[in-house]
């Protein structure tokens, strides 16, 4: 084990020491803007491999990036790719109802911004080069999809606390009942259809005197009093 660990040792601190700021952080030039002539590169950054124009300095603190979509590499992006990324977020132009639609890259991917409301972009379309006809048909689409998804699943009646009315919506962990104020969940071994209007009521009376959960707060153990 001493006659392998010595030598490679050895190379690893050489290595370490030839190291630049290039081989801790990868980075590559893909050309220059022809717009504006500032140089256009790819780097891996904390949140993954960007594009930026031009380069820090006291004229640019601040150079224009954009992260890569998730089909594009480092080592293989282009100029062109890397231009068109840097477009955005891009207005694409304005929907019939009169809000502007905006073309953009974010955390979960592609997507469009209409109005307050985001639509992911399907695989097929670029936020760089969709269109406004393909755009207002995205939007279009995606809203009536999000408003159906917002329709409750059962209608029950006026909550006779709150006075609010009591619905059965599908959330993230499940269905649901809620007042607009008080949620609750609906038990699994029920159906949405055997729910009736008294138990939504019983079940919400119940969880409005259910003791409010101290999240954060560390439990105290018998050993931690002094005697």
Not at 18 to 47: H, N, W
Not at 108 to 132: M, Q, R
Not at 180 to 186: A, D, F, I, S
Request: aromatic share 4%; proline share 7%; with cysteine.
């Amino acid at each position: 084990m001493g006659d392998f660990y010595g030598p490679f040792h050895a190379q690893i601190a050489e290595k370490t020491g030839d190291l630049t700021r290039a081989d801790v952080m990868k980075e590559k030039s893909l050309g220059v803007d022809p717009q504006d002539g500032l140089e256009i590169i790819v780097r891996t950054g904390r949140f993954g491999p960007y594009v930026q124009r031009g380069i820090v300095s006291d004229e640019n603190p601040k150079p224009p990036r954009a992260s890569l979509t998730k089909d594009q590499l480092m080592d293989t992006i282009t100029l062109e790719q890397a231009l068109k990324l840097l477009l955005l977020p891009r207005v694409v132009g304005k929907h019939p109802n009169g809000e502007d639609i905006i073309a953009n890259l974010g955390r979960f991917g592609p997507y469009l911004k209409c109005g307050s409301v985001n639509i992911t972009l399907p695989p097929t379309d670029h936020p760089a080069e969709v269109t406004l006809e393909r755009a207002i048909q995205i939007c279009t689409e995606g809203a009536a999809k999000k408003a159906e998804a917002m329709k409750p699943l059962a209608e029950l009646g006026e909550d006779p606390t709150s006075k609010g009315q009591i619905v059965i919506r599908s959330g993230r962990f499940g269905d649901y009942i809620t007042d607009g104020k008080t949620n609750v969940t609906v038990p699994k071994k029920l159906m949405v259809s055997d729910v009736t209007y008294e138990m939504a009521v019983e079940m919400l009376v119940k969880k409005r005197a259910s003791p409010k959960k101290a999240w954060g707060k560390r439990k105290k153990k018998s050993d931690d009093s002094e005697e």
